[in-house]
């Protein structure tokens, strides 16, 4: 049985790193279509308006750096596989407590709770 519990390991890791891709994507994506907008429309100095915009592309390109390792730790043998995709799925899902518990729940923070629990889940279970 632990070939089928390796399997459902990856397979849950695979399933939180995607979860995760698309949350970025779509935090990329609503970063240009809607919130780039209202920052120009705002009476943020520019400054402080560009630093907004870095803040919100790096939070997206975290989220793909962080998908990218766990891929990579997913397909690794061996202990440090766990450790890393734990690291991650606990990084992530802690983000979405915290943006929870500032922001409200919305479907961004729905979404990362998502991906760091798959993936909080996926690293408990041993994969071989």
Known sequence: MPGMQGKVARGLVTA??????????LHALGGV???????????LAPG??????????SLGWHWLVLAAVVLLANSSPGRMRRALIL?????????????????GLFIG???IGVAGLL??????????
């Open 48 to 57: 402080m308006q560009a630093a907004f915009r870095v803040v919100f592309l």
């Open 87 to 103: 690291l991650c799925g606990l990084a992530v899902l802690i983000e979405a407590v915290v943006g929870a518990g500032m922001m």
């Open 109 to 111: 923070n729905e979404m």
């Open 16 to 25: 939180g790193s995607i979860v995760l891709i698309v949350s970025a994507v």
């Open 33 to 43: 279509k809607v919130g780039f907008p209202a920052l120009r429309s705002s009476n």
């Open 119 to 128: 993936l909080v889940c996926g690293g408990l279970i041993p994969a071989s």
